[in-house]
């Protein structure tokens, strides 16, 4: 990290940018250009040794959402160009990108570019996608730009979402929010359990805004964004910019808003920013996982403000959504590639047996089609149940955080509490990591759910932990035999 830059790039760092480079031509060709552009550019590919790629990001969002949405695809595209991967993992580095970032906003203001091959060409983003990174990245915004909304994934529109009971008034709702710009309902706030839809509308909110009304300012991030923004304007004393920023949007979309609960001075500043807009009459659109009066630490002014508007939930699925959506993501991979076959079944089959979340289902299906495309044949029944025999173990099991705390305290010889202690003896924080690598893998919990099963801790604790273990797994066979025991005992 240092010396690159200085020294310019040693021969592997050559190989690893050739590498990279074909990779990206290839993501573009089969995910697009916007998708490439928006998600798989900003990250590095910082070394491959013998069957692990590691990649790195700017910030734990990115590495999260990239790993979920699309790491199979790019292990697939990594291996076409790396015969023996087998692996590849995220990381997150600040460092990696910073100066960079840095360089950046140095380039913009004085109309340069860094130079052509430094990490800071990843960043240059054309003018008009919607992440240009200083708003989104680690460090103050200049006080003369917007701020930049989070990322939309252009894969997530109303023309994708598929409607079914349990979401059609959430449907309704933001259908409305995107097509008429009276704000009658204000705010709207969407709430259910995770991986049902929420950001998904959010985004489907924003592509048609975008489309339809390109004037209309619309802000889109995460209440974890919101927050990390306000930290840095009170860091970097800027907090009038930050206030202004905020207020002159047009439509403010905070997804995942239980995440502010408990955080007093962000909860402070968001029912201020909240209420300039309301009486503006600027459309808000918020989600949670659960309704305001049952998120914990969500002072009581905001709970009741966020009543005032229209609060609609969305429902588990049931087994026509599940199915629908089965079909009609199916139909877009076949429609991408026209080699996948399936047998009809095979959707019907996984829409009774996997009742968890939709980004089960996804997932599901992706491992489904880069099976099929490595096997290179027709999906049927049999080849569903052995390559997803885990996953479907697991939805027939549905493990929680609490048995897992249990058995790894037990297998460890700790006590329950020692694993959401703040103790940081690695007696006790190896097993902690450990049980949070086994939540994230085994429950479909989110990362905050998970660092809320441990004591309240952050996201990015819990990301850490996944990629510690992840990491020493491959080293330690003690560890790595653990884990095993403890994943069977728990899905047996
Ligand atoms: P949440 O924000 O509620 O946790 P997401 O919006 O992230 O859930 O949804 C998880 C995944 O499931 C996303 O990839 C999303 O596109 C997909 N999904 C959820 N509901 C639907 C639906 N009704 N139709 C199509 N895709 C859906
Ligand atoms: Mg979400």
Not at 30 to 49: F, K
Not at 399 to 428: C, F, G
């Amino acid at each position: 990290m240092k010396d690159r830059g200085a020294k310019g790039s040693s021969r592997s760092d050559v190989k690893l940018d050739e590498l990279w480079t074909r990779a990206l031509d290839r993501a573009e060709r089969e995910l697009g250009v916007n998708c490439v552009t928006q998600w798989i550019r900003p990250l590095r590919l910082r070394s491959i040794e013998s069957d692990l790629a590691v990649l790195s990001a700017s910030t734990g969002f990115l590495a999260d959402w990239v790993e979920r949405n699309y790491g199979l695809h790019l292990l697939r595209i990594l291996q076409s160009l790396a015969p023996g991967l087998r692996r590849i993992t995220l990381t997150v580095s600040e460092a990696d990108f910073a100066p960079n970032m840095g360089e950046r906003v140095a380039a913009a203001t004085n109309g340069g570019h860094g130079e052509g091959h430094t990490p800071a060409a990843q960043f240059d983003y054309p003018e008009n996608t919607p992440q240009t990174a200083p708003g989104n990245g680690y460090g103050p915004v200049p006080a003369d730009e917007d701020l930049q909304s989070a990322p939309l994934d252009p894969r997530c529109t109303f023309e994708s979402f598929v409607v079914g009971k349990p979401n059609e008034l959430a449907h309704a709702a933001a259908r409305r929010v995107a097509e008429t710009a009276d704000a009658t309902f204000n705010p709207v706030f969407l709430y259910g359990g995770v991986g049902l839809g929420k950001t998904h509308l959010m985004h489907a909110i924003g592509w048609h805004l975008k489309r339809n009304r390109p004037k209309c300012k619309v802000l889109f991030l995460s209440a974890e964004h919101f927050m990390y923004r306000f930290v840095q304007a009170l860091r970097f004393r800027d907090t009038m910019t930050f206030k202004r920023q905020f207020r002159s949007v047009d439509v403010l979309m905070i997804d995942d808003v239980q995440f502010i609960a408990g955080k007093d001075s962000t909860q402070e500043e968001f029912f201020h920013t909240f209420n300039a807009l309301i009486d503006q009459k600027k459309q808000i659109v918020i989600s949670g996982d659960r309704s305001p009066e049952r998120i914990d630490g969500l002072e009581e002014r905001i709970c009741s403000r966020l009543q005032w508007g229209l609060v609609v939930d969305i429902h588990p699925t049931d087994y026509e959504l599940r199915l629908g959506i089965l079909q009609s993501k199916a139909e877009t991979i076949a429609a991408n590639n026209p080699s996948f076959e399936y047998d009809p079944k095979v959707l019907e089959f996984l829409a009774h047996r996997i009742s968890s979340n939709v980004r089960v289902l996804e997932g599901a299906l992706t491992r489904l089609f880069a099976f099929a495309s490595l096997v290179g044949r027709r999906i049927t029944l049999d080849m569903t149940q052995e390559c997803l025999a885990d996953l479907l173990r697991t939805a027939d099991r549905k493990v929680t955080i609490d048995e897992i705390k249990r058995k790894v305290a037990d297998h460890y010889n700790l006590r329950l509490s020692d694993l959401i202690s703040a103790r940081r003896a690695r007696a006790v924080a190896r097993p902690r990591q450990v049980a949070m690598f086994l939540a994230k893998s085994l429950t479909s919990k989110s990362l905050p759910e998970i660092g809320r099963g441990f004591g309240g801790r952050d996201h990015t604790t819990v990301i850490h932990a996944v990629r510690k273990v992840e990491q020493l797994r491959e080293t330690d066979s003690q560890l790595a035999d653990d884990i095993e025991l403890l994943r069977r005992m728990l899905e047996g």
